[in-house]
């Protein structure tokens, strides 16, 4: 089940209702499981050495070396118990400060890597760069079904910097297309007609902010669903 955080949310502090992983001061880890079997065992420990001091041999006396070597033992077993409890109570916090920070994204512009260009009012946008200088660069731009609406040429060909890629929102007949989310595939090839790779990075909002188990992810209007580790620049 995930907690979903809309854009009329404020930015910058959790809403009524929201929850933020880790927020809870309550260890139910698997340290609190071993620091509880170590009581247990601790406790049986105790009763087995007093039972063995008391039937002892007095002519023999039992060597006391062994029990405090395992009383040593079980000291180091549990300072490392009490480590793990507390590297626990870290990540949790760590975990409810980066749930605070993914809040703050909402309503912001925000970049990534993506294929998806979104058409509004007539204007798509995106941008691309290619591992290497290219002799020609052309972009088709499909529609959710994968059919081509349009191809663009003589799209600039320079190597390693970002390029701006417009698109006025028209077929290839000139009929204007409906508002929503495309999708650009870029084509560049060098004087011998290799191929040369690339990464488009649109610009687009997010809208919300989902928790789940496994973490924060953002929803963005472009429909895509992503970690905040993938934003690679914020407006």
């Known amino acids: 089940m995930t907690t979903t955080i809309p854009t009329n949310a404020a930015p910058t502090a959790a809403s009524p209702g929201a929850t933020v992983p880790g927020a809870t001061g309550t260890s139910t880890g698997a340290a609190a499981k071993a620091q509880g079997q170590l009581g247990v065992d601790y406790n049986n420990f105790l009763k087995l050495l007093t039972a063995q001091i008391q039937n002892q041999d007095p002519l023999k006396p039992m060597d006391s070396t062994q029990f405090v070597q395992q009383l040593a033992q079980l000291s180091q077993v549990e300072q490392s118990v009490q480590t793990n409890k507390n590297l626990e109570t870290l990540n949790t916090k760590v975990g409810a400060m980066s749930g605070m920070a993914s809040l703050g994204m909402l309503g912001r512009s925000v970049?990534?890597?993506?294929?998806?260009?979104?058409?509004?009012?007539?204007?798509?946008?995106?941008?691309?760069?290619?591992?290497?200088?290219?002799?020609?660069?052309t972009a088709t731009v499909v529609d959710a079904s994968g059919t081509t609406v349009r191809k663009l040429t003589g799209l600039p060909t320079a190597g390693g910097t970002m390029q701006n890629l417009s698109w006025d929102g028209r077929n290839d007949a000139g009929l204007a297309q409906p508002d929503g989310v495309y999708h650009v595939k870029i084509n560049a090839v060098d004087a011998s007609g290799k191929t040369i790779s690339y990464d488009t990075y649109p610009t687009t909002v997010v809208d919300q902010v989902l928790f789940g188990s496994a973490g924060e992810t953002l929803k963005l209007r472009n429909g895509a669903e992503v970690s905040p580790g993938d934003i690679l620049s914020a407006g």
């Open 111 to 137: 970049s990534l890597a993506s294929d998806r260009i979104e058409l509004s009012g007539g204007a798509g946008q995106t941008r691309y760069r290619l591992a290497g200088a290219a002799a020609s660069v």
